[in-house]
């Protein structure tokens, strides 16, 4: 069984910046990908950036160049440091596992709140 924990998120300032951390623990073998999605009211979850074990990267038009997704796969983690954070990023950030390209797992999500 997957379990996914995520932490580090919390109310910054526009233009400030926060780091997320995922830990991943249980069997994935079989790792296709790992990354962040995010829900904001009233709309849908969307991608934010994933990453894959070979180290190839796929971000969102929104966040390219503000937001950077790492991983440690020794520790099962993943990261996303944000910067430059607007306030339409506020949103409920999920982490996010893939095995076998089509067995998907999240986390509890963790609430970032970009406000003045």
């Known amino acids: 069984q997957v379990r996914l924990v995520e932490s580090g998120g919390g109310l910054v300032q526009p233009g400030g910046s926060l780091t997320l951390s995922c830990a991943a623990s249980?069997?994935?073998?079989?790792?296709?990908?790992m990354g962040w999605y995010r829900q904001a009211p009233g709309k849908q979850r969307e991608l934010v950036a994933t990453?894959?074990?070979?180290?190839?990267?796929n971000y969102a038009d929104s966040v390219r160049g503000r937001l950077t997704i790492s991983r440690d796969s020794a520790k099962g983690a993943v990261y996303l440091q944000m910067n430059s954070l607007k306030p339409e990023d506020t949103a409920v950030y999920y982490c996010?596992?893939?095995?076998?390209?089509?067995?998907?797992?999240w986390g509890r999500g963790t609430q970032v709140t970009v406000s003045s």
């Open positions: 990453v894959t074990p070979g180290g190839r990267t």
């Open positions: 996010y596992l893939q095995l076998a390209w089509k067995y998907d797992y």
């Open positions: 249980g069997s994935f073998s079989s790792l296709s990908a």
